[in-house]
């Protein structure tokens, strides 16, 4: 059940026979356009369809805004301890040190509210599951552009990673970062950790020195500007990305969203491949899930 996002009042609704109390609702978490915290709770409960496979058995990294996002937030990674007992979580070493973390697991639409009431904005995800943290099911390369290069450059990368990579039989899928940038994404079949982040570091500088004048594979920010960072280190296993189907918090919402390569091709401004939530919604109403094949 959505919420009311035109609603002040505290409700509880009924989600798969669990009761879920959402408060705070006409509170503005987004100043710059007035969006609410109902509006972001009915947005996660519309998309939940689409997004909820992304997060199925994947320790959940929340960012919280409690005072907007013009406020500072915060990381969330430790499940607190004041939850529903019917919210899952996952106890994984999250470092070399051996050190545990106990993660939440999002997958399903009450705890997806659930932790939205948080005035969790963001969800971040690795690219392995809870069930198997040695090794990664998914590839990703995260394409951040430095200006004054915009998402457009990161567009020419794109196809240039696609067609590198389909020469060795793997087939990218794309989606917008919500902010500048764009993730790709390939499948991939119980790689080591290590082998994973190697693999993308290989792609990196294979795409470097096709189009040394556009991608930089380093990490120091002053080799940045005019160019893509390829950022391979994405694949490290302590790392996570934001989720698809995620809002983002910048002072306007926005979605990493999945796109098609012919919407990618036809984008003539760089607001052509931003998505606030009804843009995000339509996207999954005419395309489906396009990352679904992960």
Not at 193 to 219: C, D, F, K, W, Y
Request: aromatic share 6%; with cysteine.
């Amino acid at each position: 059940m959505s919420p009311d996002p035109r609603s002040s009042a505290a409700q509880t609704v009924e989600i798969d026979g669990r009761k879920v109390k959402l408060t705070n609702l006409d509170k503005v978490l987004f100043p710059e356009t007035g969006f609410t915290k109902g509006e972001v709770l009915d947005y996660y409960a519309r998309i939940a369809p689409a997004m909820l496979p992304h997060l199925a058995d994947r320790p959940a990294t929340l960012i919280r805004h409690p005072d907007g996002v013009d406020a500072a937030g915060f990381f969330a990674k430790h499940a607190p301890a004041h939850r529903p007992d019917w919210v899952r979580t996952a106890s994984i070493a999250a470092t070399s040190s051996g050190k545990h973390v106990e993660y939440l697991l999002i997958d399903d639409l009450s705890s997806l509210m659930w932790a939205a009431n948080l005035a969790a904005i963001e969800f971040h995800v690795p690219q392995w599951h809870a069930a198997d943290p040695a090794h990664h099911d998914l590839l990703v390369l995260d394409l951040d552009p430095g200006a004054p290069a915009t998402v457009l450059d990161c567009v020419t990368v794109a196809f240039a990673a696609r067609e590198l990579l389909a020469s060795h039989g793997m087939e990218l899928i794309a989606k917008t970062s919500g902010g500048k940038g764009l993730h790709l994404y390939a499948p991939l079949s119980r790689v080591p950790a290590a082998q994973a982040r190697e693999l993308a570091r290989t792609i990196a500088l294979g795409l470097e020195a096709r189009l040394p004048e556009l991608v930089v594979s380093n990490m120091a920010k002053r080799e940045r500007p005019g160019k893509v960072f390829l950022d391979w280190s994405q694949n490290t296993h302590a790392k996570t990305t934001v989720a698809p189907y995620s809002l983002r918090a910048r002072p306007r919402p926005t979605v990493s969203t999945p796109v098609t390569w012919e919407q990618l091709a036809a984008a003539g401004v760089p607001e052509d491949l931003v998505f606030g939530p009804p843009a995000a919604l339509a996207q999954v109403a005419e395309h489906g899930d396009l990352l679904s094949a992960l």
